[in-house]
């Protein structure tokens, strides 16, 4: 069974960092394309960065020149450096991951449990 397993979540005063990493475990043949989202009170899902299997990396504007995303192929973790944090980062942060059981085979999205930001005023 696959899952993803966030951690590094916390309170954080503005203008300090945090680091959140993610590990997917069970029987994959390839992570793909390994990401961060997150989700404010009242507010939709929103996409932070993704990173794809290369490296190629990808950000909201909100996170361009204070996040940095890596992963790690060998240990199947994907991290998010988070620096210059503002109140209006606080949301949970959601790791997925697009993988596939087999060569050749179908990409199947999964998420991780999430984990709480929060940067107060």
């Known amino acids: 069974q696959v899952q993803l397993v966030e951690s590094g979540g916390g309170l954080v005063q503005p203008g300090g960092s945090l680091r959140l990493s993610c590990a997917a475990t069970?029987?994959?043949?390839?992570?793909?394309?390994m990401g961060w989202y997150r989700q404010a009170p009242g507010k939709e899902r929103e996409l932070v960065a993704t990173i794809t299997g290369g490296g190629r990396t990808r950000y909201a504007d909100s996170a361009k020149g204070r996040f940095a995303i890596s992963r790690d192929n060998a240990k199947n973790t994907v991290h998010l450096q988070m620096n210059s944090l503002k109140p209006e980062d606080t949301a949970v942060y959601y790791c997925?991951?697009?993988?596939?059981?087999?060569?050749?085979?179908?990409?199947?999205?999964?998420w991780g449990q999430g984990t709480q930001v929060t940067v107060p005023q």
């Open positions: 997925n991951a697009d993988l596939s059981f087999y060569e050749l085979g179908p990409n199947y999205r999964y």
């Open positions: 069970g029987r994959i043949f390839s992570l793909n394309v």
